[in-house]
């Protein structure tokens, strides 16, 4: 894990490079929320291959211009913090079917997923 220095920590592993709001850590460590958001990074944000945790040392580095360097399982993962802008604009989205555990749900149940289930189709 690493501090960016621009309000957010970046993860490495198995699915890619997450990132998340220090401020939300420090809410969850006060008990003042229980959610936090991360933002994952993966092949769709341009890395050649999104694992991350090859047992590599050092897991991350950052260079001396803010760079964050991660290495992969295809070569080095390079992030420049001060570039990523979030897109803040709704989506709108429609589910037409959720399937979990060999059954299918509509969209307009409460759905509810026991623990133990890994397999979800939207």
Not at 27 to 33: C, E, M, S
Request: proline content about 3%; aromatic content about 10%.
């Amino acid at each position: 894990m690493i501090d960016d220095g621009n309000g957010f920590v970046w993860l490495s592993g198995n699915f890619g490079l997450e990132r998340i709001a220090v401020d939300e850590l420090k809410a969850l460590k006060q008990r003042k929320t229980k959610v936090i958001h991360a933002r994952l990074f993966g092949a769709s944000d341009g890395m050649a291959n999104a694992e991350t945790n090859g047992g590599i040392f050092p897991c991350v580095w950052q260079m001396k211009d803010g760079s964050i360097w991660f290495p992969t399982v295809k070569g080095i993962a390079i992030v420049q913090p001060w570039s990523i802008h979030d897109n803040l604009t709704d989506v709108n989205i429609h589910i037409q079917a959720i399937s979990f555990g060999n059954e299918q749900h509509a969209p307009t149940h409460n759905i509810s997923v026991n623990a133990g289930i890994y397999n979800i189709e939207i």
